[in-house]
């Protein structure tokens, strides 16, 4: 019996590559449909690119696979060009097949590159990798025959599945593109291959999300889920603009499967359709059935265009439990020049309405994305798109950078706009015509700092007060940067307590005048947060109020008054769970306004009732 190992090495372990689930899925149901082709396996292998390579290697030469097929990315491309090369080596008989965004575009030139590679499949890969398990049994003659591939052809027989390709067919579609010398081979490419109707493929997950199968291996992970393909839009930058086919599975068949997740009660369900909403009433089915099959546990992530959103899909989203879905919103830039020369075609303003409405429910985490290094944006004209952003108060903002990708229309016309890249993945920009490698590293360093600090969640009230105190936002991360820079700060991993005190260092020099009020503001977001048993070295000292805290226990303990949820326990088991800390400074007033007042109050955070999406503690002041 033939096997046949689909490899994915992932970015992190609580990934999941739904890729070979598809691609099994969708095999194992063609042969089930033909009961006369000849039994093969084809076995699933997820590594992860933190893992040492000779342990994927090793992994892979003993489950003894006759041929193994990598799934193929920018995150994980140079991991799978040295697995290739290694089991060249140490495998020499055994056929290495390729498949993936990564190695769709340029197909011929990764051959040429990766010698140990017998070919790449390219495009949606279902109907290519189940025609060539056909080909590896012997039920097709020719790899010619196969859509969708770019190979290397070899004479004579493979000596690992006793299957091989006699040469000199002359089939139509297929071309000799490149003449190598390797004895003679040569790299063929066959027809494209028609986009597949979404519904004839398989669930992916198909039994496995029983008991005995998801308890050990996908309780911890991302399940990653499309109910569509294609994308309407044309964005320079991003590959799914290439294909224009939008295609959408059947909503009967995506309940179905959907109502697995909820009965597993999964943690979190991906979608990985490129704009979720572009098709109003399939998107509504969808939020809506969510809706009513809530299980309370399950959370699903879509990425969706917030300029589409309209009254109904709002009013759908308005009444969701607080954490059931979050929104992955791609704003990219705010400056029309740049929107105009990548292709894109959104409304900013509107966007930022649709965000401020949703955040208005409380119920849904929203991150917004922008890309630094588009044409005709320079470092001055991104910081407004950054404060652009940031005013819409999103749970995260992701700083990324232009990734100049293969088969892109940025790529073709990277001379035109002055864009310079890495030639190694991912591909990210350098410099432009209108963003220097200087002021890209100053960029760097404020992704680095908007990550710590605001995408966090931990710092919340300290920076909305900073925001006071600073010409814009991208100012204030500006000048932590160059603080952080010459400080020596950036490179190193510190403790959380650690954080804390270098943007109080920070706010010392820029701002000494507050230092007691930052203090104090610093204390009200590492509390919000952190049940601690220590308390951080820059609180208030607590000796005054110690005998009112003291007394506050022990009446809350007989009389349950403000937090009732806790009656029944002893006093040692509610400082347990809440703590209670005194300021002098009215430290809301001064994250809302600026305004510095003096006012004595004791707040309590309650570990036990914390906020679905932010995870802070309850807070009641006393």
């Not at 290397?152 to 493979?158: H, L, P, T, V």
């Not at 959408?248 to 359709?273: N, T």
């Not at 991993?493 to 020099?509: H, K, M, Q, T, V």
């Not at 590492?526 to 009112?548: I, V």
Request: net charge negative; proline share 4%.
């Amino acid at each position: 019996m033939m096997k046949f190992l689909l490899a994915a090495v992932n970015a992190k372990y609580i990934h999941s590559n739904l890729a070979i689930y598809s691609l099994k899925a969708y095999a194992e149901e063609q042969r089930k449909n033909s009961p006369d082709c000849k039994p093969w396996r084809v076995e699933l292998g997820e590594y992860t690119i933190n893992q040492n390579t000779a342990e994927i290697l090793g992994d892979i030469y003993k489950r003894k696979p006759d041929a193994v097929g990598f799934s193929c990315y920018i995150w994980n491309m140079d991991t799978v060009e040295r697995l290739a090369s290694l089991l060249h080596k140490v495998m020499p008989d055994m056929p290495v097949w390729l498949g993936g965004p990564e190695v769709s575009h340029e197909a011929e030139m990764w051959l040429a590159r990766l010698p140990g590679v017998r070919g790449i499949m390219i495009g949606e890969g279902e109907e290519t990798f189940s025609e060539l398990l056909d080909y590896y049994e012997g039920e097709r003659e020719s790899l010619a025959q196969i859509r969708g591939l770019c190979y290397r052809e070899a004479d004579g027989i493979g000596p690992a599945t006793g299957y091989g390709e006699q040469t000199g067919h002359t089939i139509e579609g297929v071309a000799r593109v490149k003449d190598m010398a390797e004895g003679g081979t040569h790299i063929r490419r066959t027809a494209d291959r028609p986009p597949l109707e979404m519904s004839r493929i398989p669930f992916p997950y198909q039994g496995m999300f029983r008991r005995d199968v998801s308890a050990n291996y996908f309780v911890h992970k991302i399940i990653y889920y499309e109910s569509s393909r294609g994308c309407p839009f044309s964005c320079g930058y991003c590959l799914s603009s290439l294909d224009k086919k939008l295609r959408f599975r059947d909503l009967a068949l995506v309940k179905e499967e959907l109502q697995v997740f909820l009965d597993a009660k999964v943690a979190q369900v991906k979608f990985i359709d490129r704009t979720f909403n572009c098709k109003k009433s399939h998107a509504m089915a969808i939020w809506s059935y969510l809706a009513e099959h809530d299980n309370g546990v399950t959370n699903f992530h879509f990425e969706i265009a917030a300029d589409l959103l309209d009254e109904d899909m709002l009013a759908v989203l308005s009444a969701m439990r607080p954490g059931l879905v979050q929104l992955e919103i791609g704003v990219q830039t705010t400056c029309g020049e740049a929107l105009a020369a990548v292709g894109r075609k959104t409304d900013p303003e509107r966007i930022g309405q649709m965000v401020e409405r949703v955040s208005s429910f409380h119920n849904i985490h929203q991150h917004l994305d922008l890309i630094a290094g588009l044409p005709m944006e320079g470092y001055e004209r991104f910081a407004r798109s950054f404060d652009d952003v940031y005013a819409m108060g999103p749970d995260q903002l992701q700083l990324g950078f232009l990734k100049v990708l293969r088969g892109s229309v940025m790529r073709e016309q990277a001379s035109r706009y002055g864009l310079v890249y890495d030639d190694r993945p991912p591909y990210e920009v350098l410099f432009t015509d209108w963003l220097s490698y200087e002021e890209l590293l100053r960029l760097k360093q404020i992704e680095e700092l908007v990550e710590t600090y605001y995408n966090s969640g931990q710092f919340k009230l300290t920076l909305k007060a900073m925001g006071h105190r600073f010409a814009s936002s991208f100012a204030m991360f500006e000048e932590m940067a160059e603080y952080f820079a010459a400080s020596g700060y950036f490179g190193l991993n510190p403790d959380r307590e650690a954080r804390y005190g270098r943007i109080l260092s920070f706010l010392g020099e820029r701002c000494p005048e507050y230092k007691e009020v930052d203090r104090q503001l610093l204390t009200w977001d590492f509390y919000l947060r952190e049940n601690a048993k220590k308390r951080p070295g820059f609180a208030l000292d607590q000796l005054p109020w110690k005998e009112r805290i003291s007394c506050f226990f022990t009446e809350e303990n007989k009389t349950g008054r403000y937090f009732p949820h806790y009656k029944g326990l002893s006093c040692r088991q509610l400082i347990h769970n809440v703590h209670l800390e005194a300021y002098t400074w009215d430290i809301p007033v001064l994250a809302e306004t600026g305004m510095v007042e003096e006012r004595v109050m004791l707040v309590c955070y309650d570990y036990g009732m914390r906020e679905p999406l932010s995870y802070n503690s309850a807070v009641t002041i006393l």
